[in-house]
């Protein structure tokens, strides 16, 4: 079975970090781009941050992307979160090599809730 699992969501301080974890089960995460997407209470959802084949990354500042290829895994740092990073987080996998927040991606995992309060 193909999907991905996202975990390490919870509920933080303002300022405190979070590191979500994006596991892959049958394929190779290694092999496709993944981005990080996130879809607040009554808004869209937006692209985050995403990390290609070879290691590119797109910038988002208090957000780092990374893989750990053998434990099929790629992770989200959030550092300095604020209650507007409030939201649910997905991870998903395109096979195409270079980050695009707007392509289309092949698989979506089920998303892993960040709640940013005092």
């Known amino acids: 079975q193909l999907q991905l699992v996202e975990s390490g969501g919870g509920q933080v301080q303002p300022g405190g970090s979070l590191r979500l974890s994006c596991a892959a089960s049958g394929f190779t995460l290694h092999d496709y781009t993944v981005g990080w997407f996130r879809q607040a209470p009554g808004k869209e959802r937006e692209g985050v941050i995403c990390?290609?084949?070879g290691g590119g990354v797109t910038a988002k500042g208090r957000f780092t992307i990374s893989r750990d290829n053998a434990k099929n895994t790629v992770y989200l740092q959030m550092n300095s979160l604020k209650p507007e990073d409030t939201a649910v987080y997905y991870c998903a996998a395109g096979l195409f090599r270079r980050c695009a927040l707007s392509a289309e991606y092949d698989y979506w995992g089920q998303g892993t809730l960040v709640t940013v309060s005092s």
């Open positions: 990390i290609s084949t």
